[in-house]
């Protein structure tokens, strides 16, 4: 069992910056893989960054050259979300995920980001 608590999410203008975190507890050994998704209103979950244990990183068009995403190499079962040059179209509940080798994955209960003026 993986347990993840995401925190940072809030109120931010436009061209404005945020930093997600998200700490992962339980089985952590088991973790291959964390990322970030998102969803916002009356629109289907999506991929925004994800990072393996090797430390190879992908992202989502949409937020390449805006979004980074990082890890604490230290402890290894944290996460980031660094988010710069926000756009309203940001705004939705990003979800942290950890898929597991056991092929299992692991959702957050989300934190809520939203880009306005």
């Known amino acids: 069992q993986v347990l993840l608590v995401e925190s940072g999410g809030g109120l931010v203008q436009p061209g404005g910056s945020l930093r997600l975190s998200c700490a992962a507890s339980?089985?952590?050994?088991?973790?291959?893989?964390m990322g970030w998704y998102r969803q916002a209103p009356g629109k289907e979950r999506e991929l925004v960054a994800t990072i393996t244990s090797g430390g190879s990183t992908n992202s989502a068009d949409s937020v390449k050259g805006r979004f980074m995403i990082s890890r604490d190499n230290a402890a290894k079962n944290t996460v980031y979300l660094q988010m710069n040059s926000l756009k309203p179209e940001d705004t939705a509940v990003y979800y942290c995920?950890?898929?597991?080798?056991?092929?299992?994955?692991?959702w957050g209960k989300g934190t809520l980001v939203t880009v306005s003026s």
């Open positions: 339980g089985s952590i050994f088991s973790i291959k893989s």
């Open positions: 995920n950890a898929d597991t080798t056991l092929s299992r994955r692991y």
